[in-house]
């Protein structure tokens, strides 16, 4: 084990070797716990100053943190943007409190090549033996409860602290979701789009969904990043691909406006390959380019932007359409917003399910819509549950609602069935 920090090449399988290392020598009584440090909006930095500041950055911030546990143990890279440390803790409370610690110390502004760089940081913290029976699985404990803290926007979580859906404890999900790759386990469901000018179905949402053989339906957001650290993210994205248009080829001969819609991971749409997948797979099942839809996150303009926005420009210039998914939780900056070479916006539905009891959502809903319509964009409503949410959205000029009042996300055959009995007079009453 070497004890000099390393920021250029990801060292979890030494940071497993010291997990098992840590333990064996713990004593009695004691727990061992890790803190998981992410440096947010590394991406943002790259793009914005250029690739070697966002280095610099990274390797500045792991000195730090180098520096602070001097003595204490050595520090990991253990991703990109992100530092795994071990520390031996009594409690939660405490494993809690020298995060909050370091992280004021980590925290100071940084010069880099000329720049004042502020640095933030996300932590998630796990112990043995509280939280896992097997300490080469702590890591996996700390990188939930990081996305734990992710998800609840707070820059510390616990494991404990996590929410009960997004606890997958030293269950060893990597191996068993990346076997379901390979043994074709994985399925896709589909959600209708409806169209609210014309009350047809407009298109359908391909959504993934996983049954683990021992955890039962495991959701998409869980399983995916360990797809995605795999370095398996081509082989999904062209399954997703190509069998969402082959499950979805019958709908088309039968509606040709049918838009089939399938989500992109971010860090996926700066993939040099990805004009040759999409345009591929059209191919080989037949498709036009109109027929499909690709969904995308905003974030996508975190990862690689001008590839990003190249990649997605020549798609679009083919035929298919872009639509930017979730609108509303991320960065949204308007520059950015209107360098996306996007046709739709997709209104997420943390807005849409609040839209009717709090005014703020509700106008929130509005000025999207407007300023959708300003560049030019169609705009979807996610999460539409009810009758009045659907009339308060067309009330608005929303041209296309998506959620469980019409239905949740079925398998192809119910989705058949299901599209040929719509009437649309049992939804717009
Ligand atoms: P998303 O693309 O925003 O998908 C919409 C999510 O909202 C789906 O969750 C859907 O089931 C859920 N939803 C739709 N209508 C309603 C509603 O009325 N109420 C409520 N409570 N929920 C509703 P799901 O299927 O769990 O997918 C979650 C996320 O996982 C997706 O969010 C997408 O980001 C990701 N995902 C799913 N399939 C794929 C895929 O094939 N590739 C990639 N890269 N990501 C995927
Ligand atoms: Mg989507
Ligand atoms: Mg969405």
Known sequence: MSDALNTTTPQRSEFLQELRRAATVLPEGRALGVIVFDLRRLL???E???DAVGDHLFQAVGERLHKLREGKGPVFCVGDGRFAITVQAVSAAILQLAAQQMLKMLEQPLDIDSHRLSVHLTCGGASYPAHTSKPETLLNCAEQALSGAKYLRVRYMDYSDMPESHRLGDWNIEKEV???IEQNSLELYFQPKIHIPSQTVAGAEALLR????????????L???YIENAGLSYELQKWVLNTALRLGRDWLDRYPDFALAVNISPEF???PELSNLVLGALGIWDAEPENLVLELTETVLLWERNRSIDNLESL??????VAIDDFGTGYSSLEYFKDLPANQLKIDKAFVFRMLDHPADGDMVGLMIRLAHIFGMQVVAEGVEDAASLHRLAAMGCEQAQGYYFCKPIPRDAFTEWMHAFDPAQYFR
Do not use: D, H, K, L
Not at 212 to 220: A, F, H, L, M, W
Not at 316 to 321: D, F, H, Q
């Open 178 to 180: 990346i076997q379901a």
């Open 210 to 221: 996983w049954r683990s053989p021992t955890r039962g339906y495991v959701s998409p957001e």
């Open 48 to 50: 914005v100053y250029g």
């Open 316 to 321: 679009r210039v083919t035929g298919v359409s």
């Open 223 to 225: 399983f995916i990043p």
């Open 269 to 271: 749409v700066s993939n």
């Open 44 to 46: 943002r930095t790259n």
